[in-house]
């Protein structure tokens, strides 16, 4: 059986039937999930079945059709994206979005914009040096100029300057190499850990991601075809022949 | 001195004057292709309106001319202040009542919608102020720095002796062009690299998207942009009435197009390089209307334009658009 933390209590965040378009492509055909306060979910699927666009959907830069999004309750899908950041949502979004010609440190102070606590805001750099050290020596360098990875590691830095609740983690491991992908995941586990940071987590690699999760859904061409606690999912038949490529 | 290095000396003053004011206009175009790829043809006519609009403040005011005492430290600042906020609201709502609603559109439907503003600018302004010259009031006291008694004998301490510097002249009205022109440039620079505010607008022209994502309302980051380029074109337009004390409805057309070309020379999209080419554009100016023959120097200038154009849109210093699409 799934073992939500009942269904007494309020979700961080639901999903309610969620319909989203690309102009006349019905991409999210009535999606539904939730994401309790402290969990890692994961979202697998193949390309193209919707994940990127269940992110996107979220954080508002798209909104949906038909369907409602809640957070903590409150109905949010009409929301305008730079709004939901100082609700507690922020991303790592797919191909990392880095901003090119700013500094790395101006990257990662453009993810705590939101915020005016400064001495704070200082402070959280310097923890997000301490969780990449990498970006501590290229603190200067424009953010154009890291490799794959480190940009990687910028995004999800600039993502946790906003201090988010629930922090949206497209794709990390994309383009990475093997070692990388470790420690990548590595520290997500240590963000929910540590901080308590609520992560909703999109990947391609389901192995891995189902590894650090609690929960996972299934996404197939726009719809959930399964959910469940990631232990059961990694066990399940058809995950492990679709998803972890075995025969 | 030699009467040629004089004539190359005087040359050299009006070019870094010209190049001061094309500036303040080479920014807005700059910044507000920067952020939205919009070719603001507009934009010149908003110098023509901070020249007319100050011109009816003064009118208004009707102070003694030239202006002195507190009329000159006070006075002055608060027209110019008065000139930018009202420029800037003007760019403002031209954005958004004219292009917001484009946003999403093809680019070439604001382009055409930004000329179509631009006329719409010069019809009013021919209405308002009438389709003849406008004489602009020397407001500003005119001395000559270098036929100037203290001067000389300044210089003739230092051993230097410019009483044969009688075709230089480097007035009052020199250097409150450049007090004024280049301190705005430098705090613009500033303002852009190092505020907040100016991250999030270098944020938005990188990827508008991703901005977003960071909860920076991108909507008021254009507003803002705009109301900053007008400002400054507003200031421009006065600073030259000041300084050429005339002017007409379609005096903003022609600083239009040099200080675009100015913006695309240095590279449009780039801050440094807006500078950089106005000051070029004012000194091939200042030297084709000397040596080659004023009515010459579109041609050069169009000629550089299209150049450019051809061979290096992308400008000297590289337009930041160009870069990130590749």
Redesign the interface.
């Known amino acids: 059986m799934i073992e939500t933390m009942s269904e007494t209590k309020t979700a961080l965040l639901e999903l309610n039937n969620i319909h989203s378009y690309y102009g006349n492509i019905h991409a999210l055909k009535g999606i539904s999930m939730q994401i309790f306060e402290g969990e890692i979910v994961t979202l697998i699927g193949s390309n193209g079945a919707g994940k990127s666009t269940t992110i996107r959907t979220i ?1 508002g ?1 798209m909104h949906p059709r038909e369907g409602t999004i809640l957070l903590e309750g409150q109905p949010i899908q009409h929301f ?7 609700k507690g949502i ?2 790592s ?1 797919e191909g990392r ?6 500094s790395v440190r ?1 990257n990662l ?3 705590a ?2 915020r005016n606590d400064r001495k704070a805001i200082r402070q959280d750099i310097d923890r997000v040096y301490g969780l990449f050290p990498r970006l501590k020596e290229r603190a200067k360098q424009y953010g154009g100029t890291l490799s794959g990875g480190e940009q990687q590691m910028l995004a999800i830095g ?1 993502a946790l300057m ?1 201090r988010p609740r629930l922090l949206l983690l497209d794709e990390p491991s994309m383009g990475l190499a093997p070692v990388l992908v470790e420690q990548i995941f590595e520290i997500i586990v240590r963000i929910n850990k540590e901080e308590g940071t609520t992560i909703l987590l999109v990947e391609q690699n389901a192995l891995m991601a189902l590894e650090v999760a609690r929960r996972g859904y299934v996404l197939q061409t726009g719809n959930v075809v399964l959910h469940d606690n990631a232990d059961t999912l990694m066990h399940n038949e058809m995950v492990r022949r679709v998803y972890l490529g075995e025969e | 001195m030699s009467i040629d290095n004089q004539v190359f000396l005087q040359n050299v003053i009006i070019g870094l004057t010209v190049g001061g004011y094309l500036a303040l206009i080479a920014l807005g175009y700059t910044m507000v292709y920067g952020i939205i790829e919009l070719i603001n043809f507009a934009h010149g006519d908003l110098f023509a309106f901070g020249f007319f609009i100050s011109l009816t403040i003064f009118a208004k005011i009707n102070p003694d001319i030239p202006l002195h005492g507190a009329n000159l430290y006070l006075l002055l600042p608060g027209v110019a202040i008065l000139t930018m906020l009202l420029t800037g609201s003007l760019n403002l709502a031209i954005d958004q009542i004219a292009y917001r609603p484009l946003r999403k559109a093809p680019r070439l439907a604001p382009l055409l919608t930004a000329v179509g503003v631009s006329f719409m600018l010069e019809a009013i302004y021919a209405i308002w102020k009438g389709p003849s010259q406008v004489p602009y009031p020397r407001y500003f006291p005119k001395e000559d720095y270098i036929n100037n008694e203290k001067v000389i004998s300044f210089f003739s301490k230092l051993g230097l002796d410019i009483t044969t510097w009688r075709i230089v002249s480097f007035t009052t009205k020199d250097l409150f062009l450049f007090s004024v022109t280049i301190p705005l440039v430098i705090a613009l620079t500033l303002f852009i690299d190092r505020t907040r505010v100016g991250k999030a607008m270098r944020a938005c022209a990188q990827d508008r998207e991703a901005a977003m994502m960071m909860g920076i309302n991108v909507n008021r980051i254009i507003a803002t942009t705009f109301f900053t380029g007008g400002a400054l074109a507003g200031v421009a337009g006065m600073v030259w009435g000041l300084y050429i004390n005339s002017g007409r409805f379609t005096m903003g057309f022609e600083a239009g197009l040099m200080a675009f070309t100015s913006a695309v020379l240095g590279g449009i999209g780039n801050i440094r390089g807006a500078v950089l080419g106005a000051f070029i554009i004012g000194m091939i100016k200042a030297m084709s209307d000397s040596y080659i023959g004023s009515e010459w120097t579109r041609v050069v200038i169009f000629g550089i334009l299209i150049l450019m154009l051809v061979f290096r849109p992308s400008g000297i210093l590289g337009s930041t658009q160009s870069i990130e699409k590749l």
């Open positions: 954080s830069v305008p994206a730079h709004s939901l950041v100082s922020s991303q979004p979005r880095i901003f090119p010609r700013l101006d102070a453009m993810g914009y939101k600039r906003a």
